[in-house]
C-alpha cells in the first residue's frame, strides 16, 4: 500500500512539473471516475463572508496588478510574505472566499480558478492525492503515510486538511477510513486532464522581480 | 514556463476505438450555443487549445487552411477552449489570432467526454456517423499533413 502511495504522490509530482509528461502516462493508464461522489456524502459548513480588512485588500490589490504578467499567477500565501504584516490562515480564508465569490476581479481567477491561487502549496498536494485515490477508487492514504510521502509533520497535514475543509474542496467524511476526508465536489474527484493544473505551484524567481508563481 | 504545460515535441496520434462522440451544448463567443446536433453527419475536428498555449496558436493557420477548403465538403471544425477564461475573455484572443471557425468555451464534461484531454493542444477527429476516428495529443509540423489526409478519408467514405 505505502509503496503504492509512494508511486502516486511521486507521479502527482512529476505531473506538477509538466503536463507534457501527462502524454505517456495519460495514454498508459485508464482511469475509472468513481461514482461515488463526496458531494453526497457531506456538506460543507459555510462560514459567514464578512468585508476585507484593508490588510486582506492590499493583498487582492497586489494580487490583481500582478497577475498576467510574466504569466504570473501568484497565490495568496506568497503574497502574504511579499506584503509582509501579520497574516493568519483565517486572512487567507477570507481572501480565498472573496476571489471565489469574485471572478470578475481578473482573468487569471476565470482562467485558472480561485483554487490555484487561494491553496498553498501542501494543500494543493494532498488535494491532488485524495483527488487522484478518490477518482481511481483507491482507499485513502492516512495521515501518517500522507505525513511520510508528502515530507511534512502531521500537524502540518492535518493543518492542510482543515484549511482544504473551510475552502470547501474536501470534506470529512469518517466512513471513508484513512485520512477521513473526501473530495466536497465532483468536479475536484473528476479533476481531469488540462484542468489538472489548478492544483499545481511552481514558483519563480527572477532578479529584480518579487518572487512569484505560475502554472 | 507555460510552455511546460502544453505537449512537447512530436504530435501523437491514437487511432480511437470508435467511441461516440459525446453530446454537448456549449457556449459561443456571440452568447449563442453550439450544439453538437448540428453536427450530425458531418466530418468534424474538434481542437481543445487554450489562449495561453503558443503550440495551439500555432495551428490556428493549418486549421483555418483546412476549414476554408474542406467547410464544402462537410468538415466542420470547431475550437473547444480549455482554461481560457468566459468568452468575453476569449473574444479578442479569437479575433487576434485570426480564427475563423466557430471556437467554443469547453468545460470538464465535455472534456471527460471525449476521454480526457492531458495536454493542449488536442484534437479529435470525428466520422460523419460520430465516431472518434483519431485523438492527436500535441503539435508538430507534420500533424497538419496528418490531419488533411485523414479528413480526405473520412470525407470520401460516405457508408
Redesign the interface.
Known amino acids: 500500500m505505502r509503496r503504492q502511495l509512494e508511486f502516486l504522490i511521486a507521479a502527482l509530482i512529476v505531473l506538477g ?4 509528461c ?2 505517456t ?3 498508459a493508464t485508464t ?1 475509472t ?1 468513481t461514482t461515488s461522489v463526496a458531494a453526497q456524502a457531506q456538506a460543507v459548513a459555510v462560514e459567514p463572508q464578512k468585508p476585507l480588512s484593508p490588510d486582506q485588500q492590499r493583498v487582492v490589490d497586489y494580487l490583481t496588478s500582478h497577475w498576467g504578467r510574466e ?1 504570473n499567477v501568484t497565490g495568496v500565501s506568497l503574497v502574504m510574505r511579499i506584503v509582509g504584516g501579520d497574516y493568519t490562515d483565517d486572512d487567507r480564508v477570507a481572501i480565498g472566499r472573496y476571489l471565489k465569490d469574485h471572478p470578475e476581479l481578473h ?1 487569471t481567477l ?3 480558478g480561485w483554487e490555484t491561487v487561494a491553496l498553498d502549496p501542501l494543500e494543493k498536494r494532498i488535494a491532488l492525492v485524495l483527488s487522484r485515490a478518490e477518482r481511481e477508487e483507491k482507499a485513502a492514504p492516512s495521515l501518517n503515510e500522507l505525513s511520510e510521502v508528502l515530507q511534512a509533520t502531521p500537524a502540518a497535514i492535518t493543518r492542510a486538511l482543515q484549511m482544504l475543509e473551510r475552502f470547501g474542496i474536501v470534506s470529512r467524511d469518517p466512513s471513508v477510513g484513512g485520512i477521513d476526508h473526501l473530495m466536497a465536489e465532483e ?1 475536484y474527484v ?1 479533476w ?4 489538472r ?2 492544483f499545481m505551484d ?1 514558483r ?1 524567481g527572477v532578479e529584480g522581480l518579487d518572487p512569484f508563481n ?2 | 514556463m507555460v510552455l511546460l504545460l502544453v505537449f512537447a515535441g512530436a504530435a501523437t496520434a491514437f487511432a480511437q476505438d470508435g467511441a461516440r462522440m459525446p453530446s454537448f451544448d456549449l457556449e459561443g463567443l456571440d452568447g449563442s450555443r453550439f450544439s453538437s446536433t448540428s453536427l450530425a453527419g458531418k466530418v468534424v475536428l474538434v481542437d481543445f487549445w487554450a489562449t495561453w498555449c503558443a503550440p495551439c496558436i500555432q495551428e490556428i493557420p493549418h486549421l483555418n487552411d483546412l476549414h476554408a477548403r474542406y467547410r464544402k465538403q462537410g468538415l466542420v471544425v470547431v475550437g473547444v477552449t480549455v482554461q481560457s477564461g468566459w468568452a468575453s475573455d476569449v473574444k479578442p484572443d479569437v479575433e487576434r489570432f485570426g480564427i475563423r471557425y466557430p471556437v467554443v468555451v469547453g468545460d470538464q464534461k465535455v472534456e471527460k467526454g471525449f476521454g480526457g484531454v492531458w495536454g493542449l493542444p488536442t484534437t479529435f477527429l470525428v466520422d460523419r456517423k460520430g465516431r472518434i476516428h483519431r485523438k492527436y495529443a500535441g503539435q508538430d509540423p507534420q500533424k497538419h499533413v496528418q490531419l488533411e489526409a485523414e479528413i480526405q478519408k473520412l470525407l470520401a467514405d460516405t457508408r
Open positions: 512539473g509538466a503536463v507534457s501527462a502524454l502516462r495519460s495514454t482511469i471516475t504569466m482573468r476565470r482562467t485558472f468536479r473528476d481531469e486532464g488540462a484542468m493544473i489548478t511552481h519563480v505560475v502554472n
